[in-house]
C-alpha cells in the first residue's frame, strides 16, 4: 500500500508561481517512478510530468517544458511540481501518483502505468 497526498495548490495569477507537495507513505521502496497529472473539468486526465525515483531523469509534457519543474526527495519521501509562469489553461486538478514498475522511455506518460494515485489538489490560474 501507498498513500500520496498533495498539497500546495490555490488560486494564482497569470504569471504567477505554485509548488505542488506530494508526500508519499507506505510501501515507498519499490517505487519506480512518480509522476504529475492534470485534469480540467470535462478535459481527460493529461500527463504534465515524471521522474524516475531513483536516477531523477524526467520528462515533461510539452506544455509544461521550460515552466515546470519535477523533482524529488526520496529522504523526506516527498514529490515536488514546482510551477512558474503559470497561464490559465493551466487551471486543473492536479494528482501525483506512484508506479512500480521499470519501464523507460514515455512509458511513464501513460495513466495506466501508475498503480497509486493522491486525491488532488485544485490549481486555479486567473487571467
Known amino acids: 500500500q501507498v498513500l500520496l497526498v498533495e498539497s500546495g495548490g490555490g488560486l494564482v495569477q497569470a504569471g504567477g508561481s505554485l509548488r505542488l507537495s506530494c508526500a508519499v507513505s507506505?510501501?515507498?521502496?519499490?517505487?519506480?517512478?512518480m509522476g504529475w497529472f492534470r485534469q480540467a473539468p470535462g478535459k481527460e486526465r493529461e500527463f504534465v510530468a515524471t521522474?524516475?525515483?531513483?536516477?531523477?531523469?524526467?520528462d515533461y509534457a510539452d506544455s509544461v517544458k521550460g515552466r515546470f519543474t519535477i523533482s524529488r526527495d526520496n529522504a523526506k519521501n516527498t514529490l515536488y511540481l514546482q510551477m512558474n509562469s503559470l497561464k490559465p489553461e493551466d487551471t486543473a486538478v492536479y494528482y501525483c501518483?506512484?508506479?512500480?514498475?521499470?519501464?523507460?522511455?514515455?512509458?511513464?506518460?501513460?495513466?495506466?502505468?501508475?498503480?497509486?494515485w493522491g486525491q488532488g489538489t485544485q490549481v486555479t490560474v486567473s487571467s
Open positions: 521522474i524516475n525515483w531513483s536516477e531523477g531523469s524526467t
Open positions: 501518483a506512484a508506479g512500480f514498475s521499470r519501464a523507460y522511455g514515455l512509458a511513464y506518460r501513460e495513466v495506466w502505468r501508475y498503480a497509486y
Open positions: 507506505g510501501r515507498t521502496l519499490g517505487i519506480f517512478a
